[in-house]
């Protein structure tokens, strides 16, 4: 294990995720993240010359349909439903006087 991971490092991670681990949960913790690191490395020491960065593995494309209108102007009937109605809104009882 090239990443030497302390006792402080643990307990600091313990406090930011709100976790209270035991000895055995800090050692098995520190055993995790040791592997973690060291496999951080070992991807390290591949050759990404000519790989283009992506976002996602498979290619991703939006599918986007035409913004139409559809249901054009409904003020008419939607007025029809009001219980009172004036220049095209809805009238309602006053709530503040």
């Known amino acids: 294990m090239a990443n030497i991971i302390t006792d402080e490092t643990i307990e600091y991670v313990g406090i930011l995720a709100k976790l209270e681990l035991s000895a055995g949960e800090r050692e098995k913790a520190r055993q995790d993240m040791g592997r973690m690191l ?52 809805f009238t309602v009882p006053r709530t503040f006087v």
């Open 38 to 89: 060291d496999y951080i490395d070992q991807l390290k020491e591949l050759d990404t010359d000519g790989v283009e960065p992506m976002s996602h593995v498979l290619a991703v494309e939006n599918v986007l349909r035409e913004d139409v209108v559809t249901n054009g102007d409904m003020r008419q009937g939607l007025l029809a439903n009001a219980p009172g109605e004036k220049d095209g809104m």
